[in-house]
Nanobody, 115 residues
């Protein structure tokens, strides 16, 4: 079993920044299989950022250059630094652990960007 707990969401103005955290516990050996997704009202859940094999990272085109995924293996915690936020970034952000199917998901954290 894996438990994921997101935090750091909130309401900010456009152009602002937020840093999300996802703390993992349980049967997890590495944060390299973790990723961030988001789901806006009426839309499908989409991948925002992820670690890839080899230690690289992957980003949705809509967030490239603005968002950065990072992590601390010792703390089993993954972060999502979000800069230059836009109203279209408004969504519930979820952390996922993708080393097995089905993925483990956190409960999500709401991010709201006002214009």
């Amino acid at each position: 079993q894996v438990q994921l707990m997101e935090s750091g969401g909130g309401l900010v103005q456009a152009g602002g920044s937020l840093r999300l955290s996802c703390a993992a516990s349980g049967d997890i050996f590495s944060i390299n299989a973790m990723a961030w997704y988001r789901q806006a009202p009426g839309k499908q859940r989409e991948l925002v950022a992820a670690f890839t094999s080899g230690g690289s990272t992957n980003y949705a085109d809509s967030v490239k250059g603005r968002f950065t995924i990072s992590g601390d293996n010792a703390k089993k915690t993954v972060y999502l630094q979000m800069n230059s936020l836009k109203p279209e970034d408004t969504a519930v952000y979820y952390c996922a652990e993708k080393s097995r199917w089905p993925y483990y998901w956190g409960q999500g954290t709401q991010v709201t960007i006002s214009s």
